[in-house]
């Protein structure tokens, strides 16, 4: 690979603010190239819009090519080498002061603004990336851990989610019951505490990860005004605790954390504006843009590079300054292909997810970066490069490119493939349905799902059943037995 080359690789996958660094070096380096007017708040550059008619996404022409590279029409140059990335920090940040309750008892958190994440800056590993982490592992199924990555970016720097629940479900178009078990899987990671939707939430989940939650503490937890007060005697009586077991119950209280993200990171906090807009038109189909505040502009000065050849005399100079204008050419035509290519695959994941930005979490389908990178003729490798560190802005909140991505269950038929909670949805469906005397096997159920077009193992249906708490034909017989008799 030429040095251009590696360099373009690079520019698709770095965050905007990388984006900045890179700009800023390249600006300082080269005197003919400056950074222009910035854009104005809602400038954008727009992709073609996307009619829900049409089978396949028609791109714009792109009339530059990155580097040495040529092709034969007017597609973008695919880049689908290995990138050359950086270090990353990701050390802990130190653990945040100790517990001292307010007067008052339930401190108030800062929501997020509705266009703008929050992280933390200086480098460290943030509450955000920690929490991400570990959400696979957790998760019971895509769609589950789809909600939860949501959730995890609507939370505070403390840790604490402010927006209400059926808010959420309405802005996700998902069930309310689905994100309630979405902010049961982010309320089981690590640091306890996250989550919580108020301090006494908060420190009732760090008492139960501690096996402190016992009715007395329960009971204390639950008037932490009275304890910001002072009011122990009336908490005493209340707890039905004697003097001893109060303080080693106050004691428990305080060494636990009230804002458990505030360990991670460091520094005030740094918003991250998206970098892909997408707005429903009144025809039915997308408008689909990237917002250019979030990207610098550069320019090549032309009038100074006339000034300065008329004062190159020699040889060298001459082939300096022709080098030069070279390395400002490519470095604008680099970064205005790395915005057409985010743009195109941004386009795609709408097409392919327009069931998503209609109807909500529910219509999230299964969808491979191999998938998105069939559709637009590019490699794997640069989809991956594309959706690193980019987030895309909609009705529904802001979420990273990443998010529409998602596994998927085989259809009975062979002709793709379902998303693993459609399945389930219809698991719960049959065995609701069922009657006492008559409680369906997982055997049974495997060929009643068979018949509506999901080809599923045995052993999968029975995976799928214990996610979503539904026991096995033994148990559900003996449970509705019993509630037949009552």
Known sequence: MTPQLQQAIKLLALSNLELETVVAEAVADNPLLEVAEAAAPGEVLEAEPLDPRRTHLESSPV????????????????????????????????????????????TSSGGGDGLLLD??????????????????????????AAIAHWLIDQLDEAGYLETPLREIAEMLGAPLSEVEDALRVVQSLDP????????????????????????CMKRLIENLDLVAKGAFAQLKR??????????????ELRSYDPRPGMRFGSGPAESVIPDILVR??????????????????????????VELKRTCDDKESRGWLGDKLAD?????????????????????????????????????????????????????????????????NC??????????????VASADGEGSVSAETVKAQIRALIEAEDAAAILSDDTLVELLRGKGFDLARRTVAKYREAIGLGSSVQRRRQKTLAGVR
């Open 395 to 408: 009705d529904r909140g802001t979420f990273e490119l990443k998010y529409f991505f998602t596994s998927g």
């Open 192 to 215: 306890t505490g996250v989550g919580a939707r108020s301090l006494s939430e908060c420190l009732a989940l760090q008492a139960i990860e501690a096996d402190r939650y016992d009715p």
């Open 238 to 251: 209340m707890c039905g605790v004697d003097d001893e077991d109060f303080a080693d119950m106050l004691a």
């Open 63 to 106: 009339d530059q090519l990155i580097g040495e590279g040529r092709a034969s029409d007017d597609r973008p140059l695919d880049i689908d080498s290995t990138a050359l990335d950086g270090d990353r920090d990701t050390g802990d940040g130190e653990r945040g002061s100790s517990f001292e309750l307010e007067r008052g008892g339930e």
């Open 328 to 392: 400002a050419n490519w470095l604008v035509k680099a970064l205005d292909q790395r915005q057409k290519t985010i743009l195109k695959v941004a386009a795609e994941l709408v097409k392919q997810q327009d069931g998503f930005f209609r109807r909500g979490v529910a219509e999230l389908r299964p969808l491979t970066l191999r998938t998105v990178a069939e559709a637009i003729e590019m490699h794997e490798s640069t989809v991956s490069r594309v959706t690193s560190n980019k987030y895309l």
């Open 280 to 305: 429903g038109r009144v025809d039915g189909g997308w408008d689909i843009a990237l917002n250019q505040a979030t990207l610098p502009r550069l320019v090549v000065n032309r009038s100074y590079y």
């Open 119 to 144: 992280e933390r800056g200086g480098g460290s590993l943030t509450l955000a990336e920690h929490l991400h982490a570990q959400v696979g592992p957790a998760a019971g199924d895509p769609r589950e």
